[in-house]
């Protein structure tokens, strides 16, 4: 009966430190950050993703863990940011023109011809009224993070686009925003939303005739491979909100937080710095391949598309806001 007794206590004994390892062992566990994204590797924002990777596993050795999935391997961009509100991700880098829902005034970036170029959008960006949109979505559990560069957006086709007349009629792919689909009634052509990985075979099969993208996209998809003729328009901005759910970031331990705060700053500049280097490169490969004829347009020619395209600013000042659309042009002015 006594060594029954002892048996049974040396079970229970053993029993309850194994659930107290078990537990001590869960209680170690990383905290995982999974982050989704819907372009290649060897874009602004795939090299981004695994950067962030790098340096979170280097300066949070054992506290937080990253995973990341390129390429709309886990949510394609219809999906993801149900996800991250659902939690079923960490961190995503949507596309601006995806926030129209949140808040119309993320639309700006959608205004064509708003932005003289790369460097005007990112005096906007980093300046008072470009930071205060960060925190704008956060009633809807959506926290900005920070913005990331792709790049100025090229008109393609399967035809030439010399002047906003020869887009008439013309089908293009665009992402879920009312903007951009103005942008395309102004030149008396078709939006047609469409997630971005259909839209090789979109254009491929003819459901789409055109799309936009900055030459990152049009190179890493393969996009020139489909279209004839590509048009430098730089009428627009493609940039990406990295982003997180409210609730999860808030959470954190605020010493994780802040290391993270500091990598996201950190990798937010190496993108930024380093997306003007990776659209110049993928505009090369695409003149190299023979595959496409790229267009430059005269400055009487853009002059042509500003004006056929800028009345859909009026169109959307009350949404977005004069004062934000003043505090864009001011930007142009360096």
């Known amino acids: 009966m006594f060594k029954t007794t002892i048996s049974v206590l040396s079970a229970a004994l053993l029993t309850a ?12 566990d990383p905290i995982l950050i999974k982050f989704s994204h819907v372009v290649a590797d060897n874009t602004p924002k795939g090299q981004g993703a695994l950067r962030f990777k790098e340096l979170v596993e280097e300066r949070l050795p054992g506290k937080v863990a990253v995973q990341v999935y390129p390429n709309s391997s886990l949510f ?8 991250l509100l659902l939690g079923d991700v960490q961190i995503i880098a949507p596309s601006l023109a995806k926030f129209g829902q949140y808040t119309p005034k993320v639309q700006i970036f959608d205004l064509p011809f708003l932005f003289d170029n790369i460097e005007a959008v990112d005096r906007f960006q980093s300046g008072p009224a470009g930071q205060k949109l960060l925190k704008s979505m956060e009633d809807s559990k959506i ?24 887009a008439r009629g013309l089908k293009f792919r665009v992402q879920a925003s009312e903007v951009l689909e103005e942008q395309f009634k102004a030149l008396r052509a078709n939006a047609r939303k469409m997630a971005f990985g259909e839209v090789y075979q979109g254009l491929q099969t003819g459901v789409v005739n055109g799309a936009e993208n900055p030459w990152s996209n049009i190179e890493s998809q393969k996009f020139y491979e489909v279209q004839s003729h590509i048009t430098e328009s730089d009428h627009g901005v493609l940039d990406y909100m ?12 605020p010493e994780v937080r802040s290391e993270l705060e500091s990598i996201i700053a950190e990798v937010t500049k190496y ?8 659209n110049a490169k993928a505009k090369q490969t695409v003149i190299d391949s023979g595959k496409t004829e790229v267009i430059q347009l005269t400055p009487e ?20 806001g004069k004062d934000l659309i003043d505090a864009a042009q001011q930007a142009n002015k360096g």
């Open 17 to 28: 430190t194994t659930l107290g390892l078990s537990t001590s062992l869960s209680a170690a």
């Open 76 to 83: 394609g961009d219809g999906k993801e940011m149900e996800a």
């Open 143 to 166: 926290t900005g993070l920070g913005y990331w560069h792709n790049g100025m957006k090229q008109l393609s086709a399967n035809k030439k686009l010399e002047k906003p007349k020869d």
């Open 242 to 253: 990295l982003i997180t759910n409210t609730d999860f970031w808030n959470g954190l331990d």
């Open 271 to 278: 993108v930024n710095n380093n997306a003007a280097e990776l």
């Open 301 to 320: 020619q853009r002059k042509l598309w500003v004006e056929q395209m800028k009345p859909v600013w009026e169109k959307f000042e009350d949404e977005i």
